[in-house]
T-cell receptor, first 114, second 111 residues
Framework: GPKVLQIPSHQIIDMGQMVTLNCDPV?????FYWYKQILGQQMEFLVN????????KSKLFKDQFSVERPDGSYFTLKIQPTALEDSAVYFC????????????FGPGTRLTVL | GDSVTQKQGQVTLSEDDFLFINCTYS??????LLWYVQYPGQGPQLLLK?????NKGISRGFEATYDKGTTSFHLQKASVQESDSAVYFC??????????FGKGTHLHVLP
């Protein structure tokens, strides 16, 4: 089936550094999402993105977070600066415009902030 | 506000046992109800969805019925296999381009 790719699979950085998580969504999808998962538990919605703009963001989407998708490139989540509580697995997802409830998830990027 | 509740954090069964995972939701809208499954090291994948009250979603032997009266969307399977071991998330879409997930239920199926 359709696949979402995420790069890197793991990232270890020191607190205060900047990190960029990359997502390659399904090719004909136009809605993109980031979710955060801690300790294999609840998936928490962070943000959604369509037509170059953030549509909605949750309280977890702090001011230090930003997303973008320059034409033809990855959909990215940038955290600057990072904090210890940002350690988690971040999942990217994408969906079609006519079926946004069926979101396809990538394998996740495990971020460890030391 | 809108929410979805899964009370069972972990379920342990033996192969061929009957599976029942409880899910209730609270929302002021008429959502699409979803079950996602997450295998170790992977992202969640959609297992089944139902868009209309009283309808049943069926996939890979799993089924769930959208009960608007009890606001429930329980997941069932008649006979589980070891390969069904995973985390199961009840979820719904908010008609606002995001999916709200429950806390997840870890299913362990013993051989």
């Amino acid at each position: 089936g359709p696949k979402v790719l995420q790069i890197p699979s793991h990232q270890i950085i020191d607190m205060g550094q900047m990190v960029t998580l990359n997502c390659d969504p399904v090719s004909n999808h136009l809605y993109f999402y980031w979710y955060k998962q801690i300790l294999g538990q609840q998936m928490e919605f962070l943000v959604n993105f369509y037509n170059g703009k953030v549509m909605e963001k949750s309280k977890l989407f702090k001011d230090q977070f930003s997303v973008e998708r320059p034409d033809g490139s990855y959909f990215t989540l940038k955290i600057q600066p990072t904090a210890l509580e940002d350690s988690a697995v971040y999942f990217c997802a994408s969906s079609r415009t006519d079926n946004y409830a069926e979101q396809f998830f990538g394998p996740g990027t495990r971020l460890t902030v030391l | 506000g809108d929410s979805v509740t899964q009370k069972q954090g972990q379920v342990t069964l033996s192969e061929d046992d009957f599976l029942f995972i409880n899910c209730t939701y609270s929302t002021t809208t008429y959502p699409t109800l979803l079950w996602y499954v997450q295998y170790p090291g992977q992202g969640p994948q959609l297992l089944l969805k139902v868009t209309t009250a009283n309808n049943k979603g069926i996939s890979r032997g799993f089924e769930a019925t959208y009960d608007k009266g009890t606001t429930s969307f329980h997941l069932q399977k008649a006979s589980v296999q070891e390969s069904d071991s995973a985390v199961y998330f009840c979820a719904y879409d908010t008609n606002a381009y995001k999916v709200i997930f429950g806390k997840g239920t870890h299913l362990h199926v013993l051989p």
